[in-house]
């Protein structure tokens, strides 16, 4: 049982980091993600502003 546990202690402790270029492209991602999410919520807005009151009640 102790050796189970020493060898799971040992691979949750010992993660490598990923190198600079991964991380680098990794934000990068992750900030066109966000300015996705963003600018279609922007534009949804915009779409649902120009929708007359009669579209919406009938």
């Known amino acids: 049982m102790w050796i189970i546990f020493q060898l799971f202690k040992s691979f949750r402790f010992n993660k490598k980091r ?15 993600f966000i300015f996705a ?3 279609g919520v922007i534009l949804n807005l ?13």
């Open 37 to 39: 999410i963003i600018f």
């Open 18 to 32: 990923g190198s600079p270029i991964l991380e680098e492209i990794l934000l990068i991602g992750i900030a066109i």
């Open 46 to 58: 915009i779409d649902w502003s120009t929708t007359s009151i009669e579209d919406l009640f009938g």
